[in-house]
């Protein structure tokens, strides 16, 4: 179907925010509607759940968002998509108690009321919950530790899911949802996210080309957020994010927290089968389509430049021609090191379509702010801004 007047579902005054490729994962991966969510939150529908949501197979079709709803989106900094990082509570269920669904209300609360403002309004949120989202084990017939009851339409449907859960985190524009609190008193699964292995898989894919206003940290969510509006959601809750991890040194982290036990997974091959995998495809993918890099105003030192920096020499390596014509850095603190850093790899061809460069106001010395200039006119850059 045409697009609605003014959707920004693809694209708007230069912007391509990426809608399209979001639209075959519809097909496998469920979107949770944030207008029924938090109706359940509320007690308004399903009340005698008593706020602890459904699985998968539970969902009344009410709940489910459809591509012609998202499509009708006029907002000027993203899908109206998000994706939840949190750890699940307990093996059976991932909020047993509700608790953590009335954590985030405030912010679902101002994305359902986020309809018209001048940034553009979004009628209706679509939310990833892999709990809602894919077939869950044990909730087609009753959950049994030690039995598989899904059918072999759901495990294929839970598989594909799966297998492309990473398109989700690593898109520019869908917005992650860090559930960065601790686990809710008693919970069967007490460990931070900092070290489960699938939020730390989460969190560096969200790193890779993630825009600024789409990757939010919910612990930042201030007391009076229940009636803030969604922008001043975003600007309260915008997580400094890492810079992108090469593949290799996403690889090295994973296997050597795994060995020694300070990651948590509760299932090890998901680290080597799934994560580690599906970050190297998101991570080539990503860098070698992304017109735009932006990593302005992180509060970036000399080791995250480093690490940019590595991160953007890893691609190439693997044979990736990073497809960035704009890298904006600047107003971060990356020093004259971590400035330095970057030319190096500008320098080895590590961005050959490179046009425009920002870089500014990051404490460099004049020499080095005049070196790069330099070195980035020389590989073909024809806009500088150091």
Not at 346 to 372: H, M, Q, S, V
Request: hydrophobic residues 40%.
């Amino acid at each position: 179907e045409p697009l609605p007047e003014d959707s920004t579902w693809v694209e708007k005054y230069g912007v391509s925010y990426g809608g399209p490729e979001l639209e075959p994962l519809l097909a496998h991966t469920t979107l949770i509607n944030v207008d029924w969510l938090v109706d359940f939150a509320d007690g308004k529908v399903m009340p005698e759940r008593e706020g602890v949501v459904p699985a998968w197979q539970q969902l009344p079709s009410e709940a489910i968002v459809s591509l012609t709803q998202l499509r009708q989106t006029t907002y000027g900094s993203g899908l109206p998509v998000a994706v939840l990082s949190y750890g699940w509570a307990a093996k059976h269920h991932p909020d047993p108690t509700g608790e953590q669904l009335r954590r985030m209300l405030p912010a679902l609360r101002s994305m359902k009321n986020f309809k018209r403002s001048p940034f553009g309004g979004v009628p209706t949120w679509g939310l990833v919950w892999d709990f809602m989202s894919l077939p869950q084990r044990g909730y087609t017939t009753k959950y049994d530790a030690d039995h598989e009851d899904r059918t072999d339409y759901q495990l294929k449907r839970f598989g594909k899911g799966l297998k492309h859960i990473n398109v989700w985190y690593g898109h520019a524009y869908v917005t992650t949802l860090v559930c960065d609190w601790p686990m809710p008193a008693g919970a069967q699964n007490p460990h931070p996210i900092d070290v489960r292995g699938w939020c730390v898989f989460e969190r560096h894919l969200s790193s890779i080309v993630k825009n600024g206003n789409c990757y939010l940290q919910l612990s930042l969510l201030p007391a009076d957020a229940e009636s803030m509006d969604w922008i001043d959601v975003v600007q309260a809750c915008k997580g400094a994010r890492r810079p992108p991890l090469a593949a290799d040194a996403f690889e090295r982290l994973m296997r050597d927290n795994l060995e020694s036990g300070a990651f948590k997974f509760t299932n090890g091959k998901d680290a080597t089968n799934v994560c580690i995998p599906q970050y190297a495809e998101a991570f080539t993918r990503l860098l070698g389509t992304s017109k735009q890099l932006s990593y302005e105003r992180l509060g970036w030192g000399a080791a995250e430049g480093e690490q940019l920096a590595a991160a953007l020499a890893c691609a190439q390596r693997m044979g990736t021609a990073v497809a960035a014509e704009k890298l904006y850095i600047y107003e971060n603190k990356l020093g004259t090191a971590g400035v330095r850093a970057i030319g190096k790899v500008i320098e080895a061809g590590a961005l050959p379509r490179l046009k425009r460069l920002n870089i500014k106001d990051n404490g460099a010395d004049d020499e080095t702010r005049e070196w790069i200039e330099t070195v980035a006119r020389g590989a073909g850059c024809s806009d500088v801004d150091a």
